[in-house]
């Protein structure tokens, strides 16, 4: 692959029945591109966990899926209450969920600490009361 | 490594989708209710053993890459479920059995378990 490939997809929060959607595609884009299928799964989790963060916590967000010969990166970029304390976020079993996204399966504090493991590279931004953006890179060889 | 048809039959399982994946090699077990745990800590190719009965449970047995799911305590899919659990190929069934006595059963028979987080820790990925 020479060129750089680019997505970028709308996610809604609240609708946690719809979440999962971009990282399903994401998925199958990768495996067109005939990506190793273990970093096809790692970016998979790591995009479906921020899916499932902005699904539950913010209002929207845009999701950007680039693909370039050397690396893979999804940035998520949302309109949402921000995190107050990043390093306690990242903190496996520290949550803040309802009642609701425990029940769908959710929430129990693994998704930050979720993504980092299945990245080479994370980065969170979060700015309060506006939102967070979070940057996940992955090398592809 | 067992057959999916295996499994189904120890377990007593009815098959809810994927009669086309039923002679599937399944070579690793999960359980958890907590689809961020199958996440972190399955193997591609796994069962999922789980008393979560959502949407969620087969997106995330999609991403995770997990190769069949089944229910435990007589719980079932519905129609939307169903419907994306065939689309992605992923069998769905349900057995009468507790968590415990599934996990049990198949640990017993010699199903390999994939959720070992303490040995997984670090290593994983």
Same mark, same amino acid.
């Given at each position: ?6 997505? /970028?997809?709308?996610?809604? #929060? ?5 979440? &999962?959607?971009?990282?399903?595609? !994401? ?7 005939? !990506? ?6 790692? @970016? ?10 902005? @699904? ?19 940035? @998520? ?16 079993? $520290?949550?803040?969920? /309802? ?7 959710? &929430? ?6 979720? !993504?980092?493991?299945?990245?080479? $590279? +994370?980065?969170?931004?979060?700015? %309060? ?6 940057? !996940? ?5 | 490594?067992? %057959? ?6 120890? +377990? ?16 690793? &077990? ?14 591609? #190719?796994? +069962?999922? +053993? ?18 069949? @799911? ?29 968590? $415990? ?5 198949? $640990?017993?028979? &010699?199903?390999?378990? /994939? ?6 820790? #670090?290593?994983?990925?």
């Amino acid at each position: 692959m020479d060129n750089t490939f680019l997505q /970028t997809f709308k996610i809604q #929060g609240g609708n946690i029945y719809n979440a &999962g959607k971009a990282s399903t595609e !994401i998925k199958a884009i990768l495996k067109q591109l005939g !990506i190793n299928a273990k970093i096809v799964r790692r @970016v998979a989790i790591a995009s479906y966990e921020a899916e499932m963060n902005v @699904v539950m916590y913010a209002k929207q967000a845009t999701l950007k899926f680039e693909v370039s010969p050397s690396q893979i990166s999804i940035t @998520v970029e949302d309109e949402g209450p921000g995190i107050p304390d990043v390093g306690l976020a990242m903190q496996e079993g $520290y949550s803040t969920a /309802t009642p609701e996204m425990r029940e769908m399966g959710f &929430g129990a504090g693994m998704g930050l600490p979720n !993504i980092k493991k299945n990245s080479d $590279y +994370l980065k969170i931004e979060s700015i %309060l009361g506006k939102g967070t953006k979070v940057t !996940i890179t992955l090398n592809v060889n | 490594m067992m %057959l999916l048809s295996s499994i189904s039959e120890i +377990l007593q399982c009815e098959l809810f989708s994927g009669k086309e994946q039923f002679n599937l090699p399944i070579e690793f &077990g999960c359980a958890s209710d907590l689809m961020s745990d199958v996440l972190a800590f399955s193997q591609s #190719g796994a +069962l999922l +053993l789980t008393g979560l009965v959502n949407i969620q449970t087969i997106q995330t047995a999609h991403i995770a890459e997990i190769n069949a @799911v089944i229910f435990v305590r007589g719980k079932k899919p519905d129609s939307k479920m169903i419907a994306l659990a065939t689309e992605k190929k992923i069998p769905l069934l349900g057995t009468r059995f507790s968590m $415990y006595e599934a996990c049990g059963i198949l $640990y017993k028979t &010699g199903l390999v378990p /994939t959720m070992e987080c303490l040995k997984c820790e #670090g290593d994983n990925g």
